[in-house]
């Protein structure tokens, strides 16, 4: 059973502490908000920052949380709007019905040990042919006390979430690597100097300076690294109903 790794209380501090890099991420919402459809659920929303990107764009957005802690602030955060649902949500989920236009998970894969059974749990809370959308920290290379310290089961290639999206009876439609200023800016200052993510002015200044960069180079042509990968397949299309003789 996919299960979520690492320090709660650490995890909720940085997805706090990165709440500055606005450009950062309105430029991943943008990439998936064409596969949304008008009934998505994300899973791992974290503190919702993602959900109010996407949400005002849906018919219905859902999000959801494992962490008990969590849930209950994104709860109250999004209690009054109205085309926001929260739910708390472990995969696989018992109840999953399919009826979800898309599932998009952003920098959650990497805590769940079983993978592969995190995907297959996605692709059951959405419909035959619809999409789930994933972005994961690249190169195992890059991993680091901080990747450690959070909870990081791995980092990733582009084979190796390509692999695990397969291996989860996926059909994979897009894979490729993100922000390679952004890989660089790791390895010298997480990995290297043993940094921790953080707001403050050099996240500003990343923010505002690099990123605008970093998405221009993702138009023009597609990186041969990056500091993460961009993953979308969906989920076997239905077959064809034929219907048998008449007796």
Same mark, same amino acid.
């Given at each position: 059973?996919?299960? *979520?790794?690492?320090?709660?209380?650490?995890?909720? !501090?940085?997805?706090?502490?990165?709440?500055?890099?606005?450009?950062?991420?309105?430029?991943?919402?943008?990439?998936?908000?064409?596969?949304?459809?008008?009934?998505? #659920?994300?899973?791992?929303s974290g503190t919702g920052d993602?959900?109010? %990107?996407?949400?005002?764009?849906?018919? @219905?957005?859902?999000?959801? %949380?494992?962490?008990?802690? $969590?849930?209950?602030?994104?709860?109250?955060?999004?209690? !009054?709007? %109205?085309?926001?649902?929260?739910?708390?949500?472990?995969?696989?989920?018992?109840?999953?019905?399919?009826?979800?236009?898309?599932? #998009?998970?952003?920098n959650v894969l990497e805590h769940?040990?079983?993978?592969?059974?995190?995907?297959?749990?996605?692709?059951?809370?959405?419909?035959?042919?619809?999409? *789930?959308?994933?972005?994961?920290?690249?190169?195992?290379?890059?991993?680091?006390?901080?990747?450690?310290?959070?909870?990081?089961?791995?980092?990733?290639? @582009?084979?190796?979430?390509?692999?695990?999206?397969?291996?989860?009876?996926? %059909? #994979?439609? !897009? #894979?490729?690597?993100?922000?390679?200023?952004?890989?660089?800016?790791?390895? *010298?200052? *997480?990995?290297?100097?043993?940094?921790?993510? @953080?707001?403050?002015?050099?996240?500003?200044?990343?923010? $505002?300076?690099?990123?605008?960069?970093?998405?221009?180079?993702?138009? $023009?042509?597609?990186?041969?690294?990056?500091?993460?990968?961009?993953?979308?397949? $969906?989920?076997?299309?239905?077959?064809?109903?034929?219907?048998?003789?008449?007796?």
């Amino acid at each position: 059973m996919p299960t *979520v790794t690492g320090d709660s209380r650490l995890q909720s !501090d940085v997805l706090e502490e990165l709440s500055d890099a606005r450009a950062y991420r309105r430029w991943l919402a943008h990439l998936a908000r064409p596969y949304l459809g008008d009934d998505p #659920v994300e899973v791992g929303s974290g503190t919702g920052d993602y959900a109010l %990107e996407w949400a005002p764009t849906v018919k @219905r957005f859902t999000a959801t %949380e494992a962490d008990e802690s $969590r849930y209950k602030a994104l709860a109250a955060r999004f209690a !009054d709007h %109205e085309n926001i649902v929260t739910r708390e949500l472990l995969l696989p989920d018992a109840e999953a019905d399919g009826h979800h236009t898309a599932a #998009v998970a952003y920098n959650v894969l990497e805590h769940i040990p079983d993978h592969v059974g995190a995907l297959r749990g996605m692709g059951a809370l959405i419909r035959p042919g619809a999409p *789930v959308i994933i972005i994961v920290p690249a190169f195992p290379s890059a991993m680091s006390r901080f990747d450690r310290a959070i909870g990081h089961e791995r980092r990733y290639t @582009r084979d190796s979430l390509r692999t695990a999206m397969t291996e989860a009876g996926l %059909e #994979v439609e !897009d #894979v490729r690597y993100l922000n390679p200023i952004g890989l660089i800016n790791w390895y *010298v200052s *997480v990995k290297g100097l043993g940094m921790t993510p @953080r707001n403050g002015a050099l996240l500003r200044l990343y923010d $505002r300076t690099f990123v605008p960069v970093a998405r221009f180079l993702d138009r $023009r042509g597609r990186a041969p690294f990056g500091q993460s990968v961009f993953g979308v397949a $969906r989920v076997p299309a239905a077959p064809p109903h034929v219907p048998g003789p008449r007796g």
